[in-house]
């Protein structure tokens, strides 16, 4: 039944064969097949090489260790992890054993493949539900909860949902689903599953840490890490839906340098293009992007343009890429997305379709000066999200679908390396494990305005972060908003705030009532062709507003140097900017349960202000002595304070020492 083979243990039952192997630091990769052979596909475990594991064979079963972690296996399969010799997780087994403590009647495996029509298996794995435990990270979800014990998650990409299927636990491992396929993470109460919709193999990472920083840099030193993020784009990205014209957006930038207010980065939002997929400038209202960018630059501001994967069937490219295969594949109907237009939607999954989309954009785009570049839609967004009803060139996507936005990305990244681009930072809506080595940002999608969205955010973004994905941002304010209602303003506030102690600060939206006339009335195409919002400048809101705003614009800029620091260390070691206070201060049981709360790097308390009309809240000092930035205000730790907080104020402490 057992065999030492290659540096791996290797048992096969019941038709069922599993390999477990050592894998980077402290960590093993479980893969198991009812194939007859496994599949050598990585997936988003390439960046580490096996070493030999030490295995021990014997009548009672067998194990595998590789530094600190170890696995046992019984005669029946069953697999148990330990961190030294300390039990974190164990396979969920309702079988006929003796000396189980179980209703063995059940008949309960742990792993359970499920024949499907085709040839493949829908996949369950279960574990035991460890009582106590806490669990964090697995991408970007739209609820408050930051701790997921109890939560059931989707494994599937969707506006404002990335699924990035790491979970940091507090026993002290962390657990990577290494499988793309459509399924879900059930943390319940008595049992935890992961499932599967079509699959051939089971494969997950288990890896242990004294501290979650360890864990975390053990996981990313396998999935990658964020390269360098460019110095020039650490203060405020500008940016509104939509800005119609080269000279809006030049009046902006003008604006902005007449006022003295630092601007790093103005955005290019839809259909500035002729038709979805051609992927250029309309002539007609962008006549000379060439000289746009260069006048930008000499105010000190980039420039970045929006780029949809969607081709209409009047695009220009659709006919090419349709006969060269470089669609996604409906298995039912004959579009993917009807948004302004009858369209499909580009295979980021195959090869060549992502060395066309970039030839394009390289063309349109990069030789006007454009080298950022902003991924919208990168789930992809369908019309209706029918997962079983479209095929990629990587397989169907009920099998491979959360790689698309990992995929596009590469697309970009790729493209802007060969074209000698050396500091790469796209903004994508959707991400999966891996995404960050390709240099993007996420922001968390088309989001609601009001404070109950903001709270979403802020669990979002810490465990987005745990994940391994460290640049992360929001639409500020949220995306769908009526300006006009007069509890916005405070709302935009709060937000602004917050963001200026996020990775990125981004001000977008769709800022309604959209009630602005079309530029072009007569045709469904082009540059004229759809709405926009109201304006979305720091100086739209009024001036108590405005003054608010550039008040935390401008700490944010005298946090250059710092925030520069903290995204060398997540290139460097994989840690997030935006912290759990766990994960700085792990010894400290009451940081386990703080959800409210986060440190910016190693040095900065963060405590934001996410319900309305509070203008005061409690925040919990760890152990040490503290600095209320705003008043100076010297306190110490190990206590809870009450932090006044009026409309201009985000609770902020400096740690000292």
């Known amino acids: 039944m057992f065999e030492q083979r290659d540096g791996a243990l290797y048992f096969s039952r019941c038709g069922e064969r599993v390999c477990i192997q050592a894998l980077g630091r402290d960590g093993l990769r479980v893969r198991a097949t009812m194939e007859p052979r496994f599949s050598e596909e990585d997936r988003a475990l390439a960046g580490a090489a096996l070493h030999a594991a030490e295995i021990e064979i014997g009548e009672g079963g067998a194990s595998v260790r590789s ?58 794995a279960r574990f035991e539900a460890n009582g106590g435990e806490k669990l964090f990270g697995m991408g970007q979800y739209q609820q408050p909860y930051l701790d997921l014990k109890g939560c059931s998650l989707e494994l599937a990409q969707r506006n ?51 501290t979650p920083k360890e864990i975390v840099q053990n996981y990313t030193a396998l999935v990658g890490r964020a390269p360098a993020f460019p ?3 650490l203060g405020l990205w500008q940016c509104k839906l939509r800005y119609r014209t080269q000279e809006e957006v030049l009046e902006v930038a003008r604006e902005y340098h007449r006022r003295g207010i630092p601007l790093d980065l103005i955005v290019i ?49 659709f006919a090419e890429m349709d006969e060269r295969g470089m669609l996604v594949r409906p298995e039912r109907g004959n579009q993917c997305f009807d948004f302004l237009g009858d369209s499909y939607t580009y295979d980021a999954t195959n090869p060549a379709a992502r060395r066309y989309i970039w030839e394009k954009c390289r063309k349109n785009y990069y030789e006007s000066g454009i080298d950022l570049f902003w991924l919208d839609e990168a789930e992809p967004e369908y019309t209706t999200y029918q997962f079983d009803n479209y095929r990629y060139h990587s397989g169907t996507v009920l099998q491979t679908g959360n ?37 993007v940002v996420l922001w968390s999608g088309d989001i609601q305005g009001n404070f109950e969205t903001l709270r979403d955010q802020f669990a979002a973004g810490l465990n987005v972060g745990i994940a391994g994905i460290p640049w992360w941002t929001t639409d500020i304010g949220g995306f769908f908003v009526d300006v006009k209602d007069p509890r916005h303003k405070e709302l935009l506030l709060r937000w602004f705030e917050w963001a200026a102690f996020c990775p990125v600060l981004r001000l977008h939206g769709d800022k309604g009532p959209s009630d602005i006339p079309l530029l072009d009335e007569e045709h469904d195409f082009g540059g004229g062709f759809c ?34 620091e903290l995204m060398r260390e997540a290139s460097e070691t994989g840690a997030p900017l935006m912290r759990t206070m766990f994960f700085e201060f792990p010894e400290d049981e009451a940081c386990w349960n703080c959800a409210d709360q986060y440190m910016f790097g190693a040095r900065y308390l963060v405590a934001p202000v996410l319900y309305e009309g509070m203008r005061a809240r409690s925040v919990y000092l ?36």
Not at 93 to 106: A, E, G, N, Q, V
Not at 418 to 427: I, K, S, T
Not at 532 to 555: C, D, F, H
């Open 67 to 124: 530094g600190r972690i170890r696995c046992t296996v019984t005669p029946l399969g069953q697999m148990r992890f330990y961190k030294d010799d300390t039990p974190v997780l164990c396979e969920y087994y309702r079988m006929y054993r003796y000396d189980s403590p179980h209703t063995p009647s059940l008949r309960v495996t742990a792993r359970e493949f499920v024949p499907a029509r085709g040839g493949d298996y829908a996949l369950t």
């Open 160 to 210: 404002s949902q990335a699924s990035v299927p790491f979970v940091l636990s507090s026993l002290g491992y962390g657990f990577f689903w290494n499988n793309p396929a459509v399924g879900s993470a059930n943390f319940a109460k008595n049992v935890t599953e992961w499932t599967a919709a079509s699959t051939k193999q089971l494969d997950y990472y288990i890896t242990v840490g004294e």
């Open 231 to 233: 110095e020039s784009l």
């Open 269 to 317: 939002d839809f259909f500035h293009w002729t038709r979805q997929g051609d992927w250029k400038f309309d002539p007609k209202y962008w006549p000379d992007p060439a000289a746009m960018v260069k006048e930008l630059r000499s105010y000190g501001t980039r420039c970045m343009v929006s780029v949809w994967p969607t081709v209409d069937k009047k695009s220009e490219n």
């Open 403 to 439: 790689l698309y936005p990992l995929c596009h990305a590469q697309a970009f990244y790729e493209g802007q390396r060969a074209a000698g681009q050396e500091e790469v930072c796209n903004l994508i809506r959707c991400v999966w494990a891996g995404s960050q080595k390709y240099g």
């Open 531 to 564: 709405h926009t919002g109201l304006p979305n400048e720091i100086w739209s809101y009024g001036e108590e507003a405005e003054q608010v705003m550039e008040k935390y614009l401008r700490l944010r800029v005298s946090m250059k140097p710092y925030l520069k």
């Open 622 to 657: 760890p152990a040490g002595r503290w600095k209320n930035i705003h008043t100076g205000e010297e306190l110490a730790g190990g206590r809870t304070v009450t932090a006044e907080a009026p409309l201009d104020v985000i609770p902020v402490f400096e740690k000292l020492g």
